[in-house]
Every structure is written in C-alpha cells, then in structure tokens.
C-alpha cells in the first residue's frame, strides 16, 4: 500500500493553515482509497463504481419491531462503510436527501460508496396506513432496528446521515452499537426531549394546527414560513399528499415523546457517555434547531466534533445549500482518511483535494458559542478503526466553521 498523508478534519478545512512539521506527524500507511486501481478487491467492480450506476434498489427488511423500507445503490466492497440516511419528520428519503446526493458533486462522492436511505416505519411513499391501535416503535427501538440493515447487506459498518429526527435516531444508534458506526453528520439535531411546557404547547398546536403545518413548523423557521417561499408551498403539498397523514402523526408523537439523549462532554460528570465517533454537526443560520445544535455541541467530545453553520441557510440545508453542504462532506469523509486520489508525493495535503474548488469554507473567528474560546492550536485528525490507540494531541475546544 502507499504512504500518504491523512488529512484531519480541520486540515481539510484550513488547510492553509497546517505545517509542514503537521503533515509529517499525520503519515499514514492508507488502507482507504477512493478511486479505481487502488485495491484489488475493487479493480473490477464495475457495479460498485460506475458511474452509470444509477439503479436504486427497494427492500423490506424484517427487524425486531417490524418491517423497515430501504432503497440501496450499489453493493458493499472490501472494508469501505455504507452512506446510511435517516430522514426528518413529515418526510421521507425522497423528500430529505434527493435534492443533495443528486447534486453534480456529490455524484463524485457517491459512486464510491454504496448509499443506503432507511424510511421511518410508515413514512415511504405509498406506504400502507398503520392499524388503529398500532403502537409505533419508540425512538429507542428505531434506533434498535438499523443492525438488521447493516446485518441484511453486509456492511461492516456506516457513516450516518441523519436530519432532525433522522438525526436523533443515528446518534442513539451510535451510543448503542459504536462499532458499527464509523463518522455521522448530524443536521438539525435536539439532544433534549420536550419538557412538560413543550409537551403541553405541542399538544395545544395540534390541537389548533393542521398537521403540514405543524410539521412545517418543525422544519422550517418562521422567518421562511412568513415569506411563504415556494420551497416552503412545495413542501406543505408534498408532505399532504405523499406521506401517509396517520403514519406521520404517529410518527411525529413519538418524537415528541422522546428522552433527553444521553450524552455528556468526557470530563463533565462520572462515567460520561459519547459519540466516540467523528461527527459534523450541521444547521442554517436561519433554523428553528440552532439552539437543539448548539446544546448538542457542548455535548459532544471537542476532539472529535466540527460544529458547521451555514449562513443564508434556513431548515434545510441540505435543499436549499447542497453545494455548501457536499463540500464539507468532502473534507469530513477526508478527516476519516478517504482521500479522493493518492497524494504523489505523501507530503503534501494540497495533492489530496480534488480539482473543484473545495476553499470556500472559512472558519469563524468570532468565540464558541459553548466553548470558553476560539480554536487557535492545531487540531488531531480523527480517531478511525485505522488508528492506534495513541492519541496524537490535545484540544480544548471544538471547531466551529461558518460558510
């Protein structure tokens, strides 16, 4: 295998920024790449890396509290993750990721991966409407039915890709089975359940509220919902008339109802629990989940946690800033070390950025929002199933981005 140099997280977003002396202590023996002609074991697999792979495949797979709707493209090869998606309430795969992974550069990301959109019990397009008296599976067990997923295809593990909901579900995911999670983006995230005013202003709206609209109010700030955009239209009709209106409160109510997610920044109390995984967290500057985000960052271990906000961005910005949000994908899936092709001379981070502009990202210098400072010290790369147990240095704080 060749030499090359593994990029940190905070190398790929500054990488202006890193040292020659830094790229010396981030060489590595990659066991990763990306691109055709790398590993034996993917040279001739034209299903996995064609591009014109486009076919998406639909399973119903049985879990432990019912029947789970999946569509996959591609096949799992070698040691590589899935890209694993989880969706918001009032929406399903389609309506949540299809505006970004068909985005042209995300297209560069995909055919390298095996993608796999889980639907919420209920939730896929067409879906037949659940029993009366059907008791929908509680966000714990939600998270208890993707093993069978990864058990189904045969994936050795997932980098996650879940929004609200979407989201809380993979990070209970990753604090049950840490082993079969290898990095998570997390857009839109609340840590917190509803305390009981919540719950009882919840209810009050449902009471005097359509569902859409509850559910817009979920996604979208009020901001967005006043100027009435035709991406908020287009929304309110689709989650009418595509998803199930039963299914969704269902699942809507059990959101509602979920417990504070149990984590804990290491050092803040006994025996506190983490996402030991690498983790972008993700919201618009315009978003009614900034301040779920923001108390999920004070959370999260700060050496392993980017914490990205996205200016001119409001409740989706996956819809509404794909290019945005591709773009630090990319530097994520590098942090974890999948170079998107062989750095020729293993010293130079630069070799390792792909042609496309990746440069826009710029980190703020404005102080952390739950951190005592900015981050002005070199950051370690992220920790990966390819690491040693060593730790390559310390960090006081996590990385805040803005773009």
């Given at each position: 295998?060749?030499?090359?140099?593994?990029?940190?997280?905070?190398?790929?977003?500054?990488?202006?920024?890193?040292?020659?002396?830094?790229?010396?202590?981030?060489?590595?023996?990659?066991?990763?790449?990306?691109?055709?002609?790398?590993?034996?074991?993917?040279?001739?697999?034209?299903?996995?890396?064609?591009?014109?792979?486009?076919?998406?495949?639909?399973?119903?797979?049985?879990?432990?509290?019912?029947?789970?709707?999946?569509?996959?493209?591609?096949?799992?090869?070698?040691?590589?993750?899935?890209?694993?998606?989880?969706?918001?309430?009032?929406?399903?795969?389609?309506?949540?990721?299809?505006?970004?992974?068909?985005?042209?550069?995300?297209?560069?990301?995909t055919k390298h991966f095996v993608v796999c959109h889980v639907d919420a019990p209920g939730q896929q397009s067409g879906a037949s409407q659940f029993p009366q008296g059907y008791q929908y599976p509680s966000m714990d067990q939600l998270a208890a039915m993707l093993p069978s997923v990864v058990q189904h295809f045969g994936f050795k593990y997932v980098i996650g890709i879940g929004v609200g909901a979407g989201a809380y579900v993979l990070a209970k995911f990753a604090l049950i089975?840490?082993?079969?999670?290898?990095?998570?983006?997390?857009?839109?995230?609340?840590?917190?359940?509803?305390?009981?005013?919540?719950?009882?202003?919840?209810?009050?709206?449902?009471?005097?509220?359509?569902?859409?609209?509850?559910?817009?109010?979920?996604?979208?700030?009020?901001?967005?919902?006043?100027?009435?955009?035709?991406?908020?239209?287009?929304?309110?009709?689709?989650?009418?008339?595509?998803?199930?209106?039963?299914?969704?409160?269902?699942?809507?109510?059990?959101?509602?109802?979920?417990?504070?997610?149990?984590?804990?920044?290491?050092?803040?109390?006994?025996?506190?629990?983490?996402?030991?995984?690498?983790?972008?967290?993700?919201?618009?500057?315009?978003?009614?989940?900034?301040?779920?985000?923001?108390?999920?960052?004070?959370?999260?271990?700060?050496?392993?946690?980017?914490?990205?906000?996205?200016?001119?961005?409001?409740?989706?910005?996956?819809?509404?800033?794909?290019?945005?949000?591709?773009?630090?994908?990319?530097?994520?899936?590098?942090?974890?070390?999948?170079?998107?092709?062989?750095?020729?001379?293993?010293?130079?981070?630069?070799?390792?950025?792909?042609?496309?502009?990746?440069?826009?990202?710029?980190?703020?210098?404005?102080?952390?929002?739950?951190?005592?400072?900015?981050?002005?010290?070199?950051?370690?790369?992220?920790?990966?199933?390819?690491?040693?147990?060593?730790?390559?240095?310390?960090?006081?704080?996590?990385?805040?981005?803005?773009?």
């Amino acid at each position: 295998p060749q030499v090359l140099t593994r990029p940190s997280p905070r190398a790929g977003l500054l990488l202006q920024e890193m040292t020659m002396a830094g790229l010396h202590e981030l060489r590595f023996t990659e066991e990763k790449p990306l691109l055709r002609g790398q590993e034996p074991e993917l040279e001739h697999s034209d299903v996995f890396l064609s591009t014109a792979d486009t076919d998406w495949k639909e399973h119903d797979i049985e879990t432990p509290y019912g029947l789970l709707h999946v569509v996959i493209r591609g096949s799992p090869k070698g040691n590589r993750p899935a890209i694993l998606t989880y969706h918001d309430v009032g929406l399903n795969h389609k309506l949540c990721f299809n505006t970004f992974f068909n985005y042209e550069d995300m297209q560069e990301i995909t055919k390298h991966f095996v993608v796999c959109h889980v639907d919420a019990p209920g939730q896929q397009s067409g879906a037949s409407q659940f029993p009366q008296g059907y008791q929908y599976p509680s966000m714990d067990q939600l998270a208890a039915m993707l093993p069978s997923v990864v058990q189904h295809f045969g994936f050795k593990y997932v980098i996650g890709i879940g929004v609200g909901a979407g989201a809380y579900v993979l990070a209970k995911f990753a604090l049950i089975f840490p082993d079969l999670v290898e990095g998570l983006v997390l857009m839109n995230i609340d840590p917190n359940g509803k305390g009981w005013i919540d719950w009882a202003a919840a209810k009050l709206s449902g009471l005097t509220s359509t569902l859409p609209d509850t559910v817009l109010s979920h996604l979208f700030s009020q901001e967005e919902l006043m100027n009435n955009t035709e991406l908020v239209q287009s929304y309110r009709q689709q989650i009418s008339s595509v998803v199930n209106q039963f299914n969704l409160q269902l699942f809507l109510n059990m959101y509602n109802s979920r417990r504070d997610l149990d984590i804990n920044r290491p050092g803040t109390v006994p025996n506190a629990k983490t996402l030991r995984c690498p983790v972008m967290l993700v919201v618009g500057d315009n978003a009614p989940a900034e301040e779920g985000v923001v108390e999920c960052n004070s959370k999260l271990d700060p050496t392993n946690t980017t914490f990205l906000k996205m200016a001119d961005s409001g409740g989706l910005p996956q819809v509404t800033q794909p290019g945005k949000l591709t773009e630090a994908f990319k530097y994520f899936l590098q942090g974890m070390g999948y170079t998107p092709r062989p750095c020729p001379c293993a010293l130079c981070a630069l070799c390792a950025v792909p042609s496309a502009s990746m440069t826009r990202l710029a980190r703020s210098r404005t102080a952390s929002l739950t951190s005592a400072g900015s981050l002005d010290g070199g950051r370690p790369r992220a920790c990966t199933r390819s690491d040693s147990g060593e730790a390559m240095g310390q960090i006081n704080h996590t990385m805040e981005v803005s773009c």
